[in-house]
């Protein structure tokens, strides 16, 4: 069975531009979350999306927004990027939602902002 | 307000038992408490997941008071592969909160 995957594994964009990235959940997962964390840091919750539909969000700005399509796989996106924005971005998959479902982390889209 | 703390860094030998701690004062009933591993430029990796009381599993044990407001990870005889960063994720509701991590360094 493949693992979470994860896409483009690295972006380099300006400051002002838009990003698009894209989550493959495990087969017969339903959930997918995002998740920002800056070098050094731990991971931020972004958003967490089931059967499609937002079921959580994080303490981010309106600039990032998110969807989850029939298959269950989603995208996250970021408009107007700031220099601040650069981090590594994690998708994780899980069969449900609720905390104790565990997730499945996909290796990340490593996005820098110049 | 959702938070997690931990302690910022733990050093280890080779064959010690390491106990890491993780707050976290308003946890949701229902939640549940999760702790994963990460090496550099990887994902989080799933260790082991609780509820109340203890769960233990082939790499870990965790206990959990019947307050809720902690957890303990429990590494038992810890090897140089351990050396990792080490993060509680508890559930707030519809929020999902990463405790601040742990470096754990084991050493020869």
């Known amino acids: 069975d493949a693992g979470v995957t994860q896409s483009p594994t690295h972006l380099i964009k300006t400051r002002g531009q838009h990003v698009t990235l894209r989550c493959s959940p495990i087969?017969?997962?339903?959930?997918v979350s995002w998740y920002q964390q800056v070098l050094g840091q731990g991971p931020q919750f972004i958003f967490q999306y089931y059967e499609k539909e937002e079921r959580g969000r994080g303490n981010f700005p309106d600039r990032f927004s998110a969807r989850q399509f029939p298959n269950y796989s989603s995208e996250l996106n970021v408009n107007a990027l700031l220099l601040g924005d650069s981090a590594l971005y994690l998708c994780?998959?899980?069969?449900?939602?609720?905390?104790?479902?565990?997730?499945?982390f996909g290796p990340g889209t490593r996005l820098t902002v110049l | 307000l959702a938070k997690t703390t931990q302690p910022i860094s733990m050093d280890s030998y080779e064959g010690q038992e390491v106990n890491i701690t993780c707050s976290h004062n308003n946890i949701a009933t229902n939640d549940y408490i999760t702790w994963y591993q990460q090496f550099p430029s990887q994902g989080p990796r799933f260790i082991i997941q609780g509820y109340k009381t203890k769960v233990k599993n082939e790499v870990a044990s965790l206990f959990i008071p019947a307050d809720r407001k902690s957890s303990t990870l429990s590494l038992p005889r810890v090897s140089l592969s351990d050396t990792a960063v080490y993060y509680c994720?508890?559930?707030?509701?519809?929020?999902?909160?990463f405790g601040t991590g742990t470096r754990l360094l084991v050493s020869p």
């Open positions: 994780a998959s899980s069969r449900d939602r609720g905390s104790w479902n565990e997730q499945f």
């Open positions: 087969s017969g997962h339903k959930s």
């Open positions: 994720l508890v559930g707030f509701g519809e929020k999902l909160v």
